[in-house]
């Protein structure tokens, strides 16, 4: 069974750029939530989408936005690159709506210039 | 604002010993869940912690809750060098709407 794969594995964009990261869940899951990590941080919560709907944000400015298509996958758009957008961004799924028997991806790997 | 504090930060352990995690937090929480990242790699899901009291085990590593004290632990017995890994702590708040608040990990090492 696939798991929650992302694309593209590792970027690279200038400041003032906008970005889109995708998300595919596994098979059945109609939850995902995205996460940005900062180098030798903790995860931090910018969205979950339930049933393509925003069910959750975390404090993020409103260059970050999300959206959830009707075959669950999704997308994380962030516009007007800082060099501090630069991290991991992960992506997890889950069956149902909340945070319980999350699956994450492998992640993207953003660097901003 | 929902403040997340794990210590130690960074441990290095011999294997065989048992060690202690700890996760504190600084305001009423829905639930608890802790998590395992290997270097370069994904978050993998170890525990998730309902209730006051809650106790969970798998192996080597054991969870447990005390929502009275907001604090949380992960014990490690009889350690083995497999164990190696930065564990996470993350809190759920307001229903899951403010999604989890994350720990700064503790980067577990433990040498043969």
């Known amino acids: 069974d696939t798991g929650v794969t992302q694309s593209p594995t590792h970027l690279i964009k200038t400041r003032g750029q906008q970005v889109t990261l995708r998300c595919s869940p596994i098979?059945?899951?109609?939850?995902v939530s995205w996460y940005q990590q900062v180098l030798g941080q903790g995860p931090q919560f910018i969205f979950q989408?339930?049933?393509?709907?925003?069910?959750g944000r975390g404090n993020f400015p409103d260059r970050f936005s999300a959206r959830q298509f009707p075959n669950y996958s999704s997308e994380l758009n962030v516009n007007a690159l800082l060099l501090g957008d630069s991290a991991l961004y992960l992506c997890?799924?889950?069956?149902?709506?909340?945070?319980?028997?999350?699956?994450f991806g492998p992640g993207t790997r953003l660097t901003v210039t | 604002e929902l403040k997340v504090e794990q210590n130690p930060l960074f441990l290095s352990m011999q294997e065989g010993k048992n060690y202690t995690i700890y996760c504190n937090y600084s305001?009423?929480?829905?639930?608890l869940y802790w998590y395992r990242q290997d270097p370069g790699k994904s978050l993998e899901s170890l525990f998730v912690?309902?209730?006051?009291?809650a106790v969970k085990q798998e192996g080597r590593l054991m969870a447990s809750l005390d929502t009275k004290a907001r604090l949380s632990t992960l014990h490690i017995t009889a350690a083995v060098h497999d164990l190696s890994a930065t564990y996470f702590c993350?809190?759920?708040?307001?229903?899951?709407?403010?999604?989890?608040?994350f720990g700064k990990g503790t980067h577990l090492i433990i040498q043969p």
């Open positions: 997890a799924s889950s069956l149902k709506r909340g945070f319980s028997e999350q699956y």
């Open positions: 098979s059945g899951h109609k939850s």
């Open positions: 989408y339930y049933e393509k709907e925003e069910r």
């Open positions: 305001t009423t929480s829905d639930r």
């Open positions: 912690l309902l209730s006051n009291g």
């Open positions: 993350a809190v759920e708040s307001g229903g899951g709407a403010d999604g989890l608040t």
